[in-house]
Nanobody, 124 residues
Framework: VQLQASGGGLVQPGNSLRLSCAAS????????MAWFRQVPGKEREFVAA????????YYSQSVRGRFTISKDNAKSTMYLQMNSLKSEDTAVYYC??????????????????WGQGTLVTVSS
C-alpha cells in the first residue's frame, strides 16, 4: 500500500485547511486509515481515524469538534477537514493505514503503512 498525503501549508489561526491522503495498491474491506501529527522532539500523536468497513470515526480529544475525518471509497482517499486552527496544531501531518482494525488505533505502532507527511503551519 502506498499513501500520498497533500494539502498542507501556512494558514492563520482560526482559518481552515483540508488534507488529503490517497491510497494505492492492495486494500481490503476491513481496512483502517488515520492521521497522526508530529512536532520536533515529540512522539507522533494520534489525530483521527476511520474504519473503512463500517465508517466508524475516532478523534483525539484535542481536535474533536474542530477536525472532521472522511473518506471517499471510490477514490480510496481519506480527508481531514481542519477548522478553527490553532498555533498548537502546527505539525507535520502523516497519514497511515493498516489491514484489519486495532483497538489500540491511537498508537502509531499499530499502523503498518505511512505517507510522507505534509507540513501544516498555523501562524499569523
Amino acid at each position: 500500500v502506498q499513501l500520498q498525503a497533500s494539502g498542507g501549508g501556512l494558514v492563520q489561526p482560526g482559518n481552515s485547511l483540508r488534507l488529503s491522503c490517497a491510497a494505492s495498491g492492495r486494500t481490503s474491506n476491513d481496512y483502517g486509515m488515520a492521521w497522526f501529527r508530529q512536532v520536533p522532539g515529540k512522539e507522533r500523536e494520534f489525530v483521527a481515524a476511520v474504519r473503512w468497513s463500517n465508517g466508524a470515526l475516532y478523534y483525539s480529544q484535542s481536535v474533536r469538534g474542530r477536525f472532521t475525518i472522511s473518506k471517499d471509497n471510490a477514490k480510496s482517499t481519506m480527508y481531514l477537514q481542519m477548522n478553527s486552527l490553532k498555533s498548537e496544531d502546527t505539525a507535520v501531518y502523516y497519514c497511515a493505514a493498516r489491514y484489519g482494525w486495532s483497538v489500540q488505533y491511537w498508537s502509531a505502532s499499530q499502523w503498518h503503512y505511512w505517507g510522507q507527511g505534509t507540513l501544516v503551519t498555523v501562524s499569523s
